[in-house]
């Protein structure tokens, strides 16, 4: 027996582990994976790196641009996250 889901996962799960396994993602490709075309691939692009969800990789012409996420461009985890040090009042105990 197999089981197949009802809903399709969305174009940011998608999006999101493709990333995970190939570490950054293009128009072209988010256009093959959301079905979408280029002009609405772009939009959904912006939004993502508007939220914080994406950034542009460094020393890519605007032709040619990708985008990962900001753990895998090395950014710290602390932007998005509380540190210790802001849960302590500064203080490392």
């Known amino acids: 027996m197999t089981l197949l889901n009802l809903e ?7 999006v ?3 990333i995970d396994r190939e ?13 979408v075309d280029t002009l609405k691939a772009s939009k959904m692009l912006v939004a993502w ?3 914080g969800l994406l ?3 460094p020393d890519r ?3 040619n ?4 996420k900001p753990a ?6 602390g932007s998005l996250l509380s540190g210790l040090e802001d849960n302590n009042g500064g203080k490392g105990s």
């Open 65 to 68: 641009m990708a985008y990962t």
């Open 16 to 18: 999101s582990d493709w």
């Open 8 to 14: 399709r996962p969305s174009a940011w799960d998608e």
């Open 61 to 63: 012409a605007k032709r």
């Open 23 to 35: 570490g950054f993602i293009q128009n072209a490709k988010l256009c093959e994976i959301a079905k």
């Open 55 to 57: 950034v542009p990789l």
């Open 49 to 51: 790196r508007e939220q």
């Open 72 to 77: 895998k461009a090395g950014l710290e985890q």
